[in-house]
């Protein structure tokens, strides 16, 4: 017996075929490639429309199975094009009618972490990157939580639109890859991260403003792109406790980017799963294989609810069968009790002593994915940066370490160490969301003395005596403005909601409001939400 998966999200469209015990029987694609400029959409259903009967057929006859083999019917609900998503559910309805068995609409984002779960991926953080796609999950408390995010464009639809803009054809991204192996200069190039949230659009503009040579240019946008990608996904392995990183999403078959996962996982002593790459891209046998596992949990997807969801948000889908534990992974706090106690994404944090006074020391190691120019400078910036910010938010009344010395040499600052554990840490002793409150209004006294923090998640506050205090503002700005403030409240969500998905954010938002000198903060929030791919919905899935 069988599951059949059509796919058919956006340029491809694709059929797949797995048993009944996960053996994957044939995947089939075909993809859509546009005479001129980027994917038009209707052009693209205009295409899957034509093909899908024939892909079924061959699906079919690769994987030796006939009608009265298969079991059930999958496709690919959303997130994607409109028109793509309505003629896939169009070939699957009509499918599942025909055979007379059950349909499954399937989450395009959690099939590509359920192929990586098929590769040997127990519970990873998934770096999904794709032409409209980037985004960093992991599985918390049932569901796989998206904890950062692009805030404008993806991943694959950047390099696209540049490669369009050099006069290359769609798609452009593998066209980009072969030339920067042939490029020699990193051009300096906008690099934007937030937490772990990136942005894509300023390297876009300034690639495309740019006068260099095209291969020293598809190199440097790539090494700075993908070094923001790394960095973000290694923040969020920091944070989360997780110790697996999966690639997935077309852009995942770039050789470099694979190369600087598989570098920065070494130099954390994590584990790195690929699919191959026919499963890396969009295809139908990634939507079969978690058809098939929602099949045997019984989430089916009645006829009459299978209407398409351009923006089907990963966290809407509760993931029940997935079989995860769901016990938090342990936290790390600045609390003694070893020489090393908090190996972050960017820096090492040790005990020592300065001068009799209990400290530790912030080392910003070397990373070996990035550019040797880029990582120099990325480490020296930041680093007195921090330092500088740390001093701004003590003047101003926010609680943080007293920096005693700075090593710009080695990017290491030394500073007060502060002995408790970190915010993380205590929400599970919080139930009245104290601790959530005082969260709030430290930012809020932040963003009212003109400062926004840049990494405001729940590892980055340590929970004291004497109140709440802020560490690592690296990534801060100073002349905050209501977007950037909203920006701290949205990365700050993503962070609770990454590891304790059930706490009231509420709670920090009305301390936040009570203190705040800004009123418009929470409508520029509302804005940014209502601005995403992904809008926030209630949970969809029928089972």
């Known amino acids: 017996m069988a599951v059949v998966g059509f796919e058919g999200t956006a340029h491809t469209a694709g059929v797949g075929v797995v048993?009944?015990?996960?053996?994957?029987?044939?995947?089939?694609?075909?993809?859509?490639?546009p005479e001129?400029?980027?994917?038009?959409?209707?052009?693209?259903?205009?295409?899957?429309?034509?093909?899908?009967?024939?892909?079924?057929?061959?699906?079919?006859?690769?994987?030796?199975?006939?009608?009265?083999?298969?079991?059930?019917?999958?496709?690919?609900?959303?997130?994607?094009?409109?028109?793509?998503l309505r003629v896939t559910a169009t070939a699957a309805r009509t499918a599942a009618m025909s055979l007379g068995v059950p349909l499954a609409g399937v989450n395009h984002c959690v099939a590509h972490l359920e192929i990586g779960r098929a590769f040997g991926a127990s519970d990873p953080v998934l770096l999904y990157v794709s032409g409209g796609n980037t985004q960093v999950i992991a599985y918390v408390e049932g569901r796989y939580r998206v904890i950062g995010e692009t805030l404008d464009i993806g991943i694959g639809n950047m390099l696209d639109k540049?490669?369009?803009?050099?006069?290359?054809?769609?798609?452009a991204a593998p066209k980009l890859e072969k030339m920067a192996l042939e490029g020699s200069v990193i051009h300096e190039l906008p690099y934007s991260v937030k937490g772990m949230d990136v942005?894509?659009?300023?390297?876009?503009?300034?690639?495309?403003?740019?006068?260099?040579?095209?291969?020293?240019?598809?190199?440097?946008v790539q090494e700075t792109a993908f070094s923001m990608l790394i960095e973000v996904t290694e923040r969020a392995m920091?944070?989360?406790?997780?110790?697996?990183?999966?690639?997935?999403?077309?852009?995942?078959?770039?050789?470099?980017?694979?190369?600087?996962?598989?570098?920065?996982?070494?130099?954390?002593?994590?584990?790195?799963?690929?699919?191959?790459?026919?499963?890396?891209?969009?295809?139908?046998?990634?939507?079969?294989y978690t058809g098939l596992l929602m099949h045997r949990a019984g989430a089916h997807t009645p006829i009459d609810s299978s209407t398409v969801l351009q923006r089907f948000r990963t966290d809407e889908v509760d993931a029940f069968w997935t079989g995860l534990d769901t016990t938090d992974n342990p936290g790390m706090s600045f609390t003694p009790g070893g020489e090393v106690h908090r190996i972050g994404a960017e820096a090492t944090v040790t005990s020592t002593d300065w001068h009799g006074i209990p400290s530790v020391s912030k080392e910003r190691r070397p990373k070996g994915y990035r550019s040797s120019d880029l990582d120099r400078s990325l480490r020296d910036s930041r680093t007195r940066h921090e330092?500088?910010?740390?001093?701004?938010?003590?003047?101003?009344?926010?609680?943080?370490?007293?920096?005693?010395?700075?090593?710009?040499?080695?990017?290491?600052?030394?500073?007060?160490?502060?002995?408790?554990p970190t915010l993380r840490d205590v929400l599970s002793d919080d139930p009245e969301g104290e601790a959530l409150a005082r969260f709030g209004t430290v930012l809020a006294t932040l963003h009212n003395g003109g400062f926004t923090h840049g990494d405001p998640t729940t590892s980055n506050a340590l929970v004291t005596d004497d109140g709440l205090v802020l560490i690592d503002l690296s990534l801060g700005g100073a002349q905050a403005d209501p977007e950037g403030m909203a920006v701290d409240l949205k990365l700050a969500r993503e962070a609770l909601e990454s590891t304790h998905p059930n706490a009231d954010f509420g709670k920090v938002l009305g301390a936040y409001s009570e203190v705040s000198n800004e009123p418009g903060v929470l409508g520029r929030l509302e804005d940014l939400d209502s601005r995403g791919r992904y809008r926030r919905r209630e949970a969809v899935q029928d089972h």
């Open 19 to 33: 048993s009944d015990d996960g053996e994957f029987l044939s995947n089939i694609i075909d993809m859509y490639r």
């Open 199 to 220: 942005a894509f659009s300023g390297i876009l503009t300034a690639a495309q403003r740019m006068e260099a040579a095209e291969n020293d240019l598809a190199l440097s």
């Open 387 to 420: 330092a500088r910010m740390l001093s701004e938010a003590r003047r101003i009344g926010v609680m943080t370490p007293r920096v005693l010395d700075v090593d710009r040499s080695t990017s290491t600052i030394v500073m007060e160490r502060i002995d408790g």
């Open 162 to 171: 540049l490669g369009l803009s050099m006069g290359l054809t769609f798609p």
């Open 238 to 288: 920091a944070h989360t406790g997780k110790e697996e990183l999966l690639l997935g999403g077309g852009v995942a078959q770039n050789s470099r980017l694979v190369e600087m996962a598989r570098i920065m996982c070494e130099e954390r002593g994590a584990t790195m799963i690929v699919p191959p790459r026919d499963l890396l891209r969009d295809n139908g046998a990634m939507i079969a």
């Open 36 to 84: 001129s400029g980027g994917i038009h959409p209707r052009e693209a259903a205009d295409h899957h429309s034509a093909v899908f009967s024939e892909l079924l057929r061959n699906a079919m006859e690769e994987a030796g199975i006939g009608r009265n083999d298969i079991d059930a019917v999958a496709f690919s609900m959303g997130p994607g094009l409109g028109p793509c």
